[in-house]
């Protein structure tokens, strides 16, 4: 059994930050990519970022410069600090990671429950 769990979402001003995290659990061997995606309502889930295993990052165009995402390999951890934030950036935030199971042949694709984001004032 694997799981994902967010954390860090909630309603802000536009202009100010928020940081989520996203923390993996259960029989893990690895992880390769882990990222994340949002949804508005009435839209399609769209990539925010993603990161690989050894740090390399991308990111959506509407974010760049103002979103960060990072990882803790030790916790098996992904960030999303989101600074400068718009109202156009609310959304769900759901956290992804492609992740190697003991005993078993991968990756499989991951997802957390989702965190609401939103920017408002």
């Known amino acids: 059994q694997v799981q994902l769990v967010e954390s860090g979402g909630g309603l802000v001003q536009p202009g100010g930050s928020l940081r989520l995290s996203c923390a993996a659990s259960g029989s893990i061997f690895s992880i390769n990519d882990m990222g994340w995606y949002r949804q508005a309502p009435g839209k399609q889930r769209e990539l925010v970022a993603r990161i690989t295993s050894g740090g390399s990052t991308n990111y959506a165009d509407s974010v760049k410069g103002r979103f960060t995402i990072s990882r803790d390999n030790a916790k098996n951890t992904v960030y999303l600090q989101m600074n400068s934030l718009k109202p156009e950036d609310t959304a769900v935030y759901y956290c992804?990671?492609?992740?190697?199971?003991?005993?078993?042949?991968?990756?499989?694709?991951?997802w957390g429950q989702g965190t609401q984001v939103t920017v408002s004032s």
């Open positions: 992804n990671a492609d992740i190697i199971k003991l005993f078993r042949p991968g990756p499989t694709s991951y």
